[in-house]
């Protein structure tokens, strides 16, 4: 399974985009996660969604970050309101089983 991310782009402080990540296979009951990196940083964790559609998020981003799944169309996607100039990095979708990983999307967030 190959994943490719879509949705990033430049955005000002306050606003919202919507990240969107597409499996070329069945996801199955795989947990997909997201995951981003700020230039000089560690990948960090985002959001999580298991097969029963229970989420988590990072404490940095819950209440502002959605995250959904759809098995049927093998995406996941994440909504973010209130984006912030500390969001801006690299967004990466992650596969739990089989461990895989998307090219990521970049999210700038700048006035």
């Known amino acids: 399974v190959q994943l490719v991310e879509g949705g990033g782009g430049l955005v000002q402080p306050g606003e919202s985009l919507t990240l969107t990540c597409i499996a070329s296979?069945?996801?199955?009951?795989?947990?997909m996660g997201w995951y981003r990196q700020a230039p000089g940083k560690q990948r960090e964790f985002v959001a999580r969604?298991?097969?029963?559609?229970?989420?988590d998020y990072s404490e940095s981003v819950k209440g502002r970050f959605t995250i959904a799944r759809n098995d049927a169309q093998n995406t996941i996607n994440l909504n973010m309101n209130s984006l912030k100039p500390d969001n801006a990095a690299l967004y990466y979708c992650?596969?739990?089983?089989?461990?895989?990983w998307g090219q990521g999307t970049q999210v700038a967030v700048s006035s």
């Open positions: 992650k596969l739990a089983c089989p461990d895989t």
């Open positions: 296979g069945s996801i199955g009951t795989s947990d």
């Open positions: 969604i298991d097969s029963n559609l229970r989420a």
